[in-house]
């Protein structure tokens, strides 16, 4: 058996502990030798609970145990999960995880610690919940120049704008209704503004190239400004509106940005609803493939822990690299970003819109006193100059 130990026994350890559990004779047909769980850590006890016969209250019972091979870091946060891992690296137990944030800040010096010390450091749990996505960039896509990665990253986000589309409701309703339901955090500011699925790009375009993207490059905008008339110029568009989080390589320049755009049906990803996430990767030799599933939630989650649990314990003693460098990877100004832009002006006078911003295509009968239109080509600096002379701008989202 090979012995490991769970940090925090919250919605994902308590996750892990369950997976390992029920599926003891699944994973034993897939590796003979069979997990156990030998510790978990928490402050808490959890009297009645199975987990109160491995509950342990001091991590030095973890790291100096030479029997813990595999040690999984579900707490979330920064202190103490930081400390706790390095630990258990330098101890050379491998060590998989959830934990986005952490992972995101200290990836690179985490992973090379691991390396240091003969074990891995995984965490394919911290992108798109129980979607594989880390494994498929890390192995299955590693021959492939990846030209771009398009993601629904955010579960309540996509959940709001589903509901604004299908029931026409306005977004402080659809939020407040998903707090109430507990899809959304009490405090959703996180994930409205796109910060969530921010860290989550910078993760996959990390992986992409192997050199470190930094949160604070990437344009960051939320859904907080769709309003419930922007979904029916959407409608009129034949198309909808998602948050995505996006990464592209073009003439050996990198772009990120996460920002809701005006999506249409021939994009994979048009069809990705509620609470669902999905990930389209574009590969410069087999082209593009999807991942798509629970993004979030306690057995997604901790399925796709214990997933990396079985890549550790196939590999004891080895490293499984993961190529992902502290170099910065410089990612341009997006001004320099080439894209079509929808457009809504506090009025109609299509000769005027035209002499500004070119050939558009206009889209009215939406609301009196106001259109939309579709913009040419252009750079964001462009369009952001054009919308500065024109002046009436009342909304912009981005065309995919
Ligand atoms: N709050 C996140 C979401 C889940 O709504 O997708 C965890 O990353």
């Known amino acids: 058996m090979i012995k490991t130990a769970i940090l925090g026994y919250g919605t994902v350890g308590s996750g892990v502990f369950e997976v390992i559990r029920k599926n003891k004779d699944v994973i034993r047909n897939k590796f003979a030798e069979g997990l156990e769980v030998k510790y978990v850590l928490d402050l808490r006890d ?17 790291i100096n145990d030479p029997e813990v091979a595999i040690v999984c870091e ?21 060590v998989c995880t959830s934990n986005k944030e952490l992972v995101e800040k200290h990836g690179p010096e985490l ?109 960051t905008e939320g859904i907080t400004n769709i309003k419930d008339i922007d979904f029916a110029y959407a409608k009129k568009l034949g198309a909808t509106i998602k ?27 048009f069809s990705v609803n509620g609470v669902f996430n999905a990930i389209l990767v574009n590969g410069n030799m087999g082209g593009e493939t999807m991942y798509y599933g629970k993004g979030a939630g306690k057995l997604a989650t901790a399925s796709a822990v214990v997933s990396d649990v079985l890549d550790c314990a196939r590999h004891i003693g080895k490293h499984l690299e993961v190529r992902w460098d502290a170099d910065k990877l410089e990612i341009s100004p997006i001004d320099g970003a080439v894209r079509r ?14 002499s500004v911003f070119g050939d558009i295509d206009m889209v009215t009968g ?21 919308a500065g002379q024109y002046g009436n701008v009342i909304g912009m989202i981005r065309m995919d």
């Open 341 to 354: 832009f929808f457009v809504r002006v506090s009025d109609t006078d299509e000769t005027r819109i035209r």
């Open 111 to 219: 992973l090379q610690i691991a390396k240091a010390h003969n074990c891995s450091y995984l965490f394919e749990a911290s992108v798109g919940g129980g979607i594989p996505i880390i494994r498929p960039l890390r192995t299955s896509l590693a021959q492939e120049e990846i030209l771009s990665i398009t993601g629904i990253l955010n579960g309540t986000t996509n959940y709001i704008l589903t509901k604004m589309e299908t029931e026409g409701l306005a977004f402080d309703d659809v939020l407040k209704r998903a707090q109430e339901k507990g899809y959304a955090e009490k405090n959703p500011d996180a994930d409205v503004l796109g910060y969530d699925a921010c860290r989550k790009i910078a993760i996959l375009t990390s992986l992409a190239y192997g050199r470190n993207v930094s949160y604070s490059d990437i344009t």
């Open 366 to 386: 939406v609301a009196d006193g106001e259109c939309g239109f579709v913009t040419p080509e252009m750079t964001e600096k462009e369009y952001r100059e054009k």
């Open 243 to 269: 948050l995505f989080a996006k990464s592209v390589k073009k003439n050996d320049k990198y772009y990120a940005i996460v920002a809701p755009f005006i999506v249409s049906p021939e994009n994979p990803l």
């Open 74 to 94: 579900t707490m979330g946060g920064v202190k103490p999960a930081y400390d706790f891992t390095r630990r258990a690296l330098e101890s050379g137990k491998s």
């Open 46 to 62: 959890f009297e009645d609970d199975p987990v109160s016969e491995v509950l342990v209250h001091d991590i030095d019972i973890i």
